[in-house]
């Protein structure tokens, strides 16, 4: 069983930044594909960013491309989320998340129990 923690979310204006991390345990990290996903509230789940096992491949959703990066520390079995230009509909709770297999985005194993993010206009 894989444990998953959030962190680094909070309030920021329009145009301002965050970095989120996701600490990983129980598992091996380094064989995992790892990806974000987010929710807005009244909304369904979204996919958000993907990595590889070894960080070489990485996948954006479009509404995120050019503004999110994602990341992987296989050492730390941490994966971040560095957020910029962030836009009010990017307010959302955001989760990571472990696959098994390869980069995906759908059929994700094991869930992060989420960070807020708000961001006003």
């Known amino acids: 069983q894989v444990q998953l923690v959030e962190s680094g979310g909070g309030l920021v204006q329009t145009g301002g930044s965050l970095r989120l991390s996701c600490a990983a345990s129980?598992?091996?990290?380094?064989?995992?594909?790892m990806g974000w996903f987010r929710q807005a509230l009244g909304k369904e789940r979204e996919f958000v960013s993907a990595?590889?096992?070894?960080?070489?491949?990485?996948d954006y959703a479009d509404s995120v491309k050019g503004r999110f990066t994602i990341s992987r520390d296989n050492a730390k079995n941490i994966v971040s989320l560095q957020m910029n230009s962030l836009k009010p509909e990017d307010t959302a709770v955001y989760y990571c998340?472990?696959?098994?297999?390869?980069?995906?985005?759908?059929?994700?194993?094991?869930w992060g129990q989420g960070t807020q993010v708000t961001v006003s206009s």
């Open positions: 998340a472990v696959h098994r297999g390869v980069i995906s985005r759908r059929d994700y194993d094991y």
């Open positions: 129980g598992g091996t990290f380094s064989s995992y594909a």
């Open positions: 990595i590889s096992r070894g960080g070489i491949s990485t």
